[in-house]
């Protein structure tokens, strides 16, 4: 019973951990979500003075769109993860690792 109880608690952990170390990630998504913008927004090219090149412009903003594009896998990947660690461990739990029962041949 001490030693099915201790699994258990493993699993719990293991899932917390996961959980938590996604929870970071997400966050860290979110914060470079917020720059990012915040170059698009307050760092356009050319509005306070002469234009740049067309070459440097069309460089800029494939670098802009190339970093929102994994930034969203980034995000989408953590939050999926997060959550599939907890059905992991909620599976596991329920199925894998079971309290034993006694029964009336013990």
Request: aromatic share 10%; proline share 6%; glycine share 8%.
């Amino acid at each position: 019973m001490a030693q099915a109880s201790m699994y258990r608690e493993d699993i719990r952990d293991l899932t917390a951990l996961t959980v938590t170390k996604q929870d970071t990630y997400h966050t860290v998504g979110t914060i470079f979500f917020v720059l990012n913008f915040q170059l698009i927004m307050a760092g356009r090219l050319g509005v306070h003075g002469p234009s740049p090149p067309g070459w440097l412009l069309g460089l800029y903003w494939t670098n802009i769109c190339s970093a929102l594009m994994f930034l969203v896998t980034f995000t989408w990947m953590a939050m999926h993860a997060a959550a599939r660690a907890t059905a992991g461990g909620a599976h596991m739990l329920t199925r894998s690792v079971r309290l034993p029962i006694p029964t009336p041949k013990m």
